[in-house]
């Protein structure tokens, strides 16, 4: 792999590496994983470069921050000194695991920070932000919240999850915002309209995730495919009936065209992503060594205007069937208002 060119996360945040590990994956949601393959995956990212390790405080109700804080603690001193932590919270989960809101209320920001501080084994957290907007607490109040918590040294930047134009601009007007982090891909490009250009005006940088479509994207997943019931997959519209068969005809598009630069389809999907600015910064959910091998790969792939041209006349925009979550958390997602 080549020297890689850091990004910057906008105008106020962290150099990070051009590629960062969304650790989600690590701890259940989409199906078993297998705990010493994912801390050696996150140790083999942390030696090829990347410094970014992203989590929240609600995968597995707490598991993946531990996960994370074990990986770093048997990490090489200088490796783990590189790290960041990218941390979402404010999320209410029950013990099997339902979803039952939010709550980001200036008290809950700082309790929720706390226990994170502790699981992780952390001083403080590189990048905080609340993974979605509260309907009942107003963004100035949990960005005011956060800005308190650099100022005493708990977090170094704040950033976004899944937030329309406006409320990009209210944070924004109350403390400095280093990114947004929100799905980006190239069947999952609603950002493109109002949102990405709200932030190149503000400084804003944007860590993308679902770069491969929850795998969809990645080349290996196939028609019938079964996921059991606490796999994100079973439940999300595009991985269902026909909207699959759909939306695997456009990933054989793909493909040719991966094939004929003789690169795989996840390669050129992340490289696509990569293509879209150096303010973007893709999350790569690999769980395993093999897969982020892979997505590392992307980053030698270079697309020149007639790779771009095919790859959008391949998979154009809008062209995915299906929303890319279940109607309930559609409906948290202020992104999409």
């Not at 008290?107 to 009942?136: C, E, F, M, N």
């Not at 609603?190 to 994207?217: F, W």
């Amino acid at each position: 792999m080549t020297t890689q060119t850091p990004r910057t996360l906008g105008t106020t945040g962290p150099q990070v590496f051009p590629l960062g590990l969304g650790c989600m994956g690590m701890s259940g949601m989409y199906g078993e994983a297998d705990r010493a393959e994912s801390i050696a995956t996150i140790h083999a990212a942390l030696e090829a470069g990347v410094t970014l390790l992203d989590t929240g405080d609600f995968y597995g109700m707490g598991h993946n921050e531990l996960l994370v804080a074990e990986a770093l603690r048997t990490a090489p001193a200088a490796l783990r000194e590189n790290a960041l932590t990218s941390v979402k919270f404010g999320a209410h989960r029950g013990p099997d695991g339902s979803w039952l809101g939010y709550d980001t209320r200036p008290a809950a920001v700082k309790t929720w920070a706390a226990y994170s501080l502790q699981r992780l084994g952390v001083d403080h957290i590189d990048v905080y932000r609340p993974a979605r907007l509260d309907p009942d607490v107003p963004i100035e109040e949990t960005v005011g919240a956060i800005a308190e918590l650099v100022e005493q040294g708990y977090v170094r930047h704040i950033g976004l999850s899944e937030v329309g134009a406006e409320t990009i601009r209210r944070a924004a007007a109350t403390a400095p915002i280093a990114d947004l982090q929100i799905e980006y891909a190239l069947i999952s490009r609603g950002p493109e309209r109002e949102i990405l250009p709200t932030l190149r005006e503000l400084g804003i940088a944007v860590t993308a995730y679902g770069v491969l479509s929850r795998g969809l994207l990645s080349g290996h997943v196939t028609p019938g495919q079964q996921y059991a019931a606490n796999d994100f997959r079973a439940h999300s519209p595009r991985f269902q009936g026909d909207n699959l068969q759909h939306n695997l005809n456009l990933v054989e598009a793909l493909r040719k065209i991966a094939e004929q630069k003789g690169v795989s389809v996840a390669q050129i999907a992340i490289a696509w992503v990569l293509s879209r600015g150096e303010d973007i910064v893709p999350l790569i959910g690999a769980r395993t060594r093999t897969r982020l091998d892979e997505a590392l790969g992307a980053l030698d792939v270079t697309l020149d205007a007639a790779d771009l041209a095919a790859v959008e006349a391949a998979v154009p925009a809008d062209a995915a069937a299906g929303e890319r979550y279940a109607p309930a958390q559609m409906a948290m997602l202020d992104s999409e208002r």
